[in-house]
């Protein structure tokens, strides 16, 4: 018996399991302390299975495992979904890479030291140049932190929903450096066009996520096998909220620069990384 290796739950590993039963390829799991373990039963079936086991971790929502599972499955395969929180908490963390994670950690915390009355040092600690007595451009990571302050329980929500269903679709599937790329060119050249345009009294990660918002429309336009293409509804209904930014319909201060600032690194990114043959 020659190991795959591992799935977060059950319910995943039992789709691969039926495709590779359409393919004459005996597998079967077993459990672990976190997730499962696949494992082939003929050594000459492991190669094929390695390569699918690896799609299958770049794209497990692929058509073709679905109908494998009506075509092979059986309804004598009880499987154990486990405790519907810990399911949500799995899916949550699966949804995203360590990066994706640790960007949403870092808005959370600093947004709780808003709250609970923080608000004063951690601005003066992380604002743009200019926005507070005594900041001046030696204090280089001034450029970039503003992007992880925000303001309003929707304005932080709303950007780190985005971050997570784009930021985490990029990286699981690209992996971490075209996504760490965008954040530290999004997150610091549109903040210096939203200082030219609005000054320095600004924060949010609004420029990152129009940024990988730009990046996922030309990859799925461009590179559609990337698997990170995004829906034109919700391509339309960001630009359309870009428009709104720049009326006062909903009386807010919306950072159109870094707005446009990121979707046009993002676009850019794309356009080059959509080239590699890789």
């Known amino acids: 018996m020659l190991e795959l290796g591992h799935l977060p739950n059950e319910r995943a590993a039992q789709a691969l399991i039926d495709y590779l039963k359409g393919q004459g390829i005996d597998c079967q799991l ?14 000459q079936d492991y190669g094929i299975a390695k390569q699918e086991y690896d799609h299958f971790i770049r794209n497990p929502y ?29 899916q949550f963390l699966s949804g995203a890479g360590p990066l994706t994670l640790s960007v949403m950690l870092s808005c959370t915390l600093i947004y709780l030291g808003f709250i609970f009355g923080f608000a004063n040092p951690i601005f003066e600690a992380l604002s743009f140049f200019g926005a507070v007595p005594g900041s001046d451009v030696s204090q ?20 780190l929903l985005w971050w997570w269903y784009l930021g985490g679709k990029i ?8 996504l760490l790329t965008l954040l530290l060119i999004a997150g610091t050249l549109p903040n210096l066009l939203q200082y030219a345009i609005g000054g320095p009294n600004f ?32 391509i339309c209904f960001m630009l359309v909220w870009l428009v709104f930014g720049f009326t006062d319909m909903f009386g807010l201060s919306i950072a159109n620069g870094a707005h446009i600032g990121g979707l046009l690194v993002g676009l850019a990114q794309g356009f080059i990384d959509s080239r590699r043959r890789t």
């Open 30 to 43: 077993q459990h672990a302390e976190q997730g499962v373990i696949l494992s082939v039963m003929k050594e």
């Open 62 to 90: 692929e058509d073709k495992y679905l109908k494998a599972s009506w075509d092979n499955g059986t309804t004598g395969t009880k499987i154990d979904y486990g405790a519907p929180g810990l399911q949500l908490v799995t």
């Open 203 to 234: 924060g949010g990660l609004s420029g990152v996520v129009y940024a990988v918002v730009g990046y996922t429309w030309i990859m799925g336009i461009k590179r559609p096998e990337k698997g990170i293409g995004l829906p034109p509804a919700y």
């Open 140 to 159: 280089v990571w001034r450029v970039f932190t503003p992007s992880l302050m925000h303001f309003s329980a929707m304005h932080i929500i709303f950007n």
């Open 171 to 178: 990286e699981n599937k690209l992996g971490v450096t075209p």
